[in-house]
Nanobody, 127 residues
Framework: QVHLVESGGGPVQAGGSLRLSCVAS????????LGWFRQTPGKEREFVAG?????????GYADSVKGRFTISRDNAKNMVYLEMNSLSPEDTGIYFC???????????????????WGQGTQVTISS
């Protein structure tokens, strides 16, 4: 059975940092690209960051987080991380990790391309 479990969210003041983690099980981790998405009430789930398979040679970011967020993966631990710095209230939302069996080196930004999803972790940034 496939599981993706996020952790690391919470309340943070603007300018602060958080590190989100996601542990995966039930599928061959290095055969999947991984992504982080976020969602706020009334809005569609949006791409935040992605990392390619098998070894994360390529990464991609939404323009709004470039230079502030860093995605990484550890295939030995079946983990994907999102390091978030210089956080602003606009970063508030539920953050989801997801797995996508796309081509080697590819990163999809559409949520529809992702096969497996976690339940999400809430990130709240106060000004």
């Amino acid at each position: 059975q496939v599981h993706l479990v996020e952790s690391g969210g919470g309340p943070v003041q603007a300018g602060g940092s958080l590190r989100l983690s996601c542990v995966a099980s039930g599928f061959t981790f290095n055969r999947y690209a991984l992504g982080w998405f976020r969602q706020t009430p009334g809005k569609e789930r949006e791409f935040v960051a992605g990392i390619s398979r098998p070894n994360g040679v390529k990464t991609g970011y939404a323009d709004s987080v470039k230079g502030r967020f860093t995605i990484s993966r550890d295939n030995a631990k079946n983990m994907v991380y999102l390091e978030m710095n210089s956080l602003s209230p606009e970063d508030t939302g539920i953050y989801f990790c997801a797995a996508d069996r796309t081509v080697v080196g590819g990163i999809d930004q559409s949520p529809a391309q992702y096969e497996y999803w976690g339940q999400g972790t809430q990130v709240t940034i106060s000004s």
